[in-house]
């Protein structure tokens, strides 16, 4: 069912509209979240949970038959919004719902819920976790998985709770200048910054994905104040400090945005420094990205010995030239 159909099957029941709340993907539908709903999901009062005719999986004496799902442990009323006179369960309440629930096929749909609640508020991780009275919480993230040359770079950020900086958001997504400026403020307001670089030669020898760890660590560990909690872009940490992660957490939490606004630009600005030496790569612009640049840079001037060779295109190349020699 569609929006307009759910509302006129809704105008059916015989059941006065401030007795039940819509919840569930019928609450989705209606918010605009998802196209369409098999059923109608229902909480409803103690009145109506007496009702005899009122099963679980439906009401056979309703005009919308096998259509209704009715639950009556919902204990999410503190998240209704009203929609056209009907109480409704809003995007909050529908994602603790849905993780509550923790069934596969929502696993999409938690995500969108996610993402859509974190860009109105980029401080909710935050929240939860100072409602439990943490109150050192720290934003790890990393910049240089995909390059071709340089160290991959993380940072770890602890904030102040009243810590507020318009703008701030996942660092790949803002101008450099922005990036510069919430840099320098960040650096200003933080009660602690750490910052971790394992460099080419250690990401040949054990992997990008294991030097991104390190990384991580390092950074944590060069924090000069240990976080209670760590909120972590995506990637899992196993270390004795509890941690969160999250997927797309630079979009979703301030802290691992300001993490990555401080590993981009620290990683950028060693960039700019290599580019001083070696300019006919490129890398004041490309970063050590595999540019059509770059690439004929490495055909014409061959590499550096900050190129890392395990990655192809590099690897590509010195297979081609020990062939020649």
């Known amino acids: 069912m569609k929006k307009q159909e759910i509302l006129e099957q809704l105008k059916q029941l015989n059941i006065k509209k401030e007795d039940y709340i819509i919840i569930g993907d019928t609450a989705l539908v209606l918010q605009d979240i998802i196209e369409v709903s098999e059923v109608i999901s229902l909480a409803c009062s103690n009145i109506i949970d007496k009702d005899q005719n009122w099963k679980k999986k439906g009401i056979s004496t309703d005009p ?97 709770e009243k810590f507020n900086l318009e703008g701030l958001t996942d660092s790949k997504k803002l101008s450099e200048k922005k ?18 670089i394992i460099d080419e030669k250690k990401i040949d020898e054990v992997n990008i ?27 899992p940490l196993n270390i004795n400090i509890p941690t969160t992660s999250i997927i797309k957490g630079d979009l979703k939490s301030i802290t691992i945005s300001a993490a990555s606004v ?42 550096i010995d900050k190129h890392r060779q395990s990655y192809e295109p590099v690897k590509k190349y010195l297979e081609k030239t020990q062939k020649i020699s």
């Open 209 to 235: 994905y294991e030097a991104t760890k390190m990384a991580m660590k390092k950074a944590i560990e060069n924090s000069a104040i240990k976080p209670e909690h760590i909120l972590i872009d995506a990637m």
């Open 179 to 196: 990036r510069n400026d919430l840099f320098e403020e960040i650096n200003r307001q933080a009660i602690s910054i750490g910052i971790g």
């Open 64 to 160: 919308i038959k096998n259509k209704i799902e009715i639950f009556t442990d919902f204990d999410f009323k503190d998240n209704i919004i009203n929609f056209e006179g009907y109480k409704v369960l809003n995007l909050e309440g529908c994602y603790l719902m849905k993780k509550k629930e923790g069934k596969k096929q929502d696993k999409k749909v938690i995500e969108k819920l996610d993402l859509i609640l974190c860009s109105t508020d980029n401080t909710r991780y935050e929240k939860k976790l100072r409602d439990k009275g943490i109150r050192l919480i720290a934003g790890v993230d990393e910049v240089g998985r995909g390059p071709l040359v340089g160290p991959v770079v993380a940072a770890c950020v602890i904030l102040p």
């Open 262 to 303: 401080i590993a981009k630009v620290t990683r950028d600005t060693m960039l700019y420094e290599l580019d001083k030496q070696y300019p006919m790569y490129d890398f004041k612009n490309n970063k050590g990205y595999p540019t059509k640049k770059h690439l004929k840079a490495i055909e014409k001037y061959g590499i």
